[in-house]
């Protein structure tokens, strides 16, 4: 983390997923604790999560590209492609969209929130 985060001012969403929280995984976060902060998440909070967003948004485009990716370098590489294309204003949209995600995730008693 140190390459990423020189400053030792990295932030980690930990949204609490399976793989995430194996002993391996929270050793290694232990071993690396002062090189970022790790920012507890409900689990299972994609409403509270924009990037889900994005993953939706490159799988629509990717499984629309005609023809289709036929191996792992050509879906790497659309997938690339479709993320450089999304622009500046989606990415700021979604951070934007932040206070009205924790109003509605609060508002639903932290079920469903329709994000």
């Known amino acids: 983390m140190r390459i990423i985060f020189p400053q030792n001012d990295g932030i980690y ?8 929280t194996a002993r391996s995984v929270c050793a290694w976060f232990e071993e690396h604790q002062d090189e970022f902060t790790v920012l507890p998440w409900p689990a ?14 490159l799988d629509r485009v990717v499984r629309a590209m005609d023809p289709q990716p036929r191996n792992l370098a ?35 008693k932290g079920g469903y929130s329709g994000f």
């Open 13 to 20: 969403q930990q949204d609490n997923a399976r793989c995430h």
């Open 74 to 108: 050509q879906l790497a590489t659309a997938l690339e492609s479709a993320w450089l294309n999304i622009p500046v204003n989606t990415f700021r949209n979604l951070i934007d969209s932040l206070p009205a995600r924790l109003a509605a995730v609060c508002s639903a």
């Open 44 to 57: 299972n909070s994609p409403d509270l999560n924009p990037i889900e967003n994005l993953w939706d948004h």
